[in-house]
């Protein structure tokens, strides 16, 4: 099965800094790697993902980065706000018989002004 | 209108008790998941249900039992509720099998007395 790192396990920047999240994967075989934000209270949501055959992928303030050969993946936040305060997921999906995603242990991101 | 639906939002039982929580999707997919919050926040797969067919049983205790009447319907019953049993349990559903996105539920706080 897949086992997924993630680190640091909180991380606190300041209004207009970048953040990154790291994450490592286990399984060689594994293809897709999304990540999703929890803000407090409410249901995790995706807010961006990468596949195997790409090696970084942007969406406006948000990337993120693949390295299939060391087998980690990045999420990039660049010019944080406050509203960017969350619980931030990495996950990966196992390609074996069945497939299913393994989440990582989350990042609680403060943004702070 | 709500994508994926729960009920009840919170569940406050006495230990031994037996509950059960009800998930809908109106989005049409084929696929659907139980996971399991505990309060350092990790997110683990319970279960997993292709059109009505169990695909994923990871290692849960056999007082879970999830049923599905139809594709749209993911139902978990728990018997005997213990006090580790408290949690929020989110259902979430996928287009297909865990490469497309999943699209979670509101959770519902179990709480056991």
């Known amino acids: 099965g897949e086992n997924v790192e993630q680190h640091p396990s909180t991380l606190s920047v300041q209004e207009g800094d970048s953040a990154v999240i790291k994450c490592t994967y286990s399984d060689s075989a594994s293809n897709y790697f999304p990540w999703y934000k929890q803000e407090l209270g409410k249901r995790p949501q995706l807010i961006i993902d990468i596949r195997s055959n790409v090696g970084e992928k942007k969406d406006q303030r948000i990337a993120v980065t693949l390295n299939k050969t060391a087998k980690h993946f990045s999420l990039h936040i660049t010019e944080t706000q406050p509203e960017d305060s969350a619980v931030y997921f990495c996950?990966?999906?196992?390609?074996?018989?069945?497939?299913?995603?393994?989440f990582g242990t989350g990042t609680r991101l403060q943004v702070t002004l | 209108d709500t994508a994926v639906s729960q009920t009840p939002k919170y569940l406050v039982t006495q230990m031994g008790n037996d509950k059960s929580i009800k998930c809908e999707q109106n989005?049409?997919?084929?696929?659907m998941y139980w996971y399991k919050q505990d309060s350092k926040k990790f997110l683990k797969i319970m279960f997993s249900?292709?059109?009505?067919?169990?695909?994923i049983n990871e290692t849960v205790p056999n007082r879970f039992s999830p049923k599905s009447p139809d594709k749209a319907h993911l139902n978990l019953h728990i018997n005997s509720l213990e006090l580790g049993d408290s949690a929020v349990y989110f259902c979430?559903?996928?287009?297909?099998?865990?490469?497309?996105?999943?699209?979670f539920g509101p959770g519902t706080r179990l709480t056991v007395l």
């Open positions: 989005l049409g997919h084929d696929t």
């Open positions: 249900y292709n059109n009505k067919e169990l695909i």
């Open positions: 996950a990966a999906r196992y390609t074996g018989t069945a497939s299913k995603l393994t």
């Open positions: 979430a559903s996928s287009q297909r099998q865990a490469t497309d996105t999943q699209y």
